[in-house]
């Protein structure tokens, strides 16, 4: 998202009487109750709160049908209320998909490209060994696990435990069904620090790696566990149900390619 922006998709955080610090707005309490909210500090950037819904839910509205707001407050744009800054948002996002279009793949999966990354023509080819890091949520927006993002911590010893963000990452070869085949598919063509965005089908999703990469944590492996439990259902009562999953990577390194 650019600087100014952001995208608001999950206000299951918030209610009616959220208390927000001063000098904030909040242009529409009702909607909060629908699950729809924005939060407007008028004539400046737009701001989200709590913050930890920013870094974890709300990135992965451009992929998801639950209705979204896009906000800008930019010179020339500035929005006052809550329709105007609703017609502002259907423009920005029409622009995105013009600027920055879904890619489909065969195998069902499909991505968009966040960060272009480097300016090379050295890419990710089948076969690959490469250094990657990733962030997987639900459809919904949930946060499920990650490797190297700074969302989960390492143990660096004497029970210390840091952020894993620059210190993680998890490398792989393509082909040895140690990453879902919809990734990999997404992964061809990615230059060094580009980051992409991809909804994975589970027809080519983890069954298709052996649930790998798996997550280091309790609560990762609650994730996947309950995610497990949707696929499959609970008898006759719950049937499956065949949920995506979004995962934002970003490509580190490539062996043997500068």
């Given at each position: 998202l650019a600087p100014d922006i952001l995208l608001y998709t999950n206000c299951a955080?918030?209610?009616?009487?959220?208390?927000l610090p001063a000098p904030y707005v909040m242009l529409s309490s009702t909607s909060i109750l629908s699950s729809l909210a924005v939060l407007c500090l008028l004539g400046q950037p737009v701001v989200c709160w709590p913050q930890t819904?920013?870094?974890?839910?709300?990135?992965?509205?451009?992929?998801?049908?639950v209705p979204t707001v896009l906000v800008t407050t930019s010179a020339g744009a500035k929005c006052t209320d809550i329709e105007s800054c609703?017609?502002?948002?259907?423009?920005?996002?029409?622009?995105?998909i013009q600027d920055n279009p879904v890619t489909r793949l065969g195998s069902g999966a499909r991505y968009k490209v966040l960060n272009p990354g480097l300016k090379s023509s050295v890419t990710v080819?089948?076969?690959?060994?490469?250094?990657?890091?990733?962030?997987?949520?639900t459809l919904s927006g949930g946060y499920m696990y990650s490797r190297g993002?700074?969302?989960?911590?390492?143990?660096?010893?004497?029970?210390?435990?840091?952020?894993?963000?620059?210190?993680?990452?998890y490398i792989v070869k393509l082909g040895t069904q140690n990453l879902p085949i919809g990734i990999e598919d997404a992964l061809i063509g990615m230059k060094r620090g580009e980051r992409r965005?991809?909804?994975?089908?589970?027809a080519v999703g983890f069954a298709t790696s052996d649930w790998k990469p798996g997550p280091t944590?309790?609560?990762?492996?609650?994730?996947?566990?309950?995610?497990?439990?949707?696929?499959?259902?609970?008898?006759?009562?719950?049937?499956?149900f065949p949920a995506a999953t979004i995962w934002?990577?970003?490509?580190?390194t490539i062996k043997g390619k500068r």
């Open positions: 955080g918030l209610s009616s009487d959220h208390i819904l920013i870094s974890r839910r709300v990135a992965v509205g451009s992929f998801i049908s609703r017609e502002i948002g259907e423009r920005k996002v029409e622009q995105d080819e089948k076969d690959d060994t490469i250094g990657m890091i990733f962030s997987i949520s993002f700074g969302f989960e911590k390492i143990d660096i010893g004497d029970g210390k435990r840091i952020s894993d963000q620059g210190i993680d990452s965005r991809i909804e994975l089908p589970p944590t309790a609560r990762g492996k609650a994730k996947i566990a309950s995610y497990k439990r949707i696929l499959t259902g609970n008898g006759s009562t719950q049937p499956g934002d990577v970003e490509l580190l």
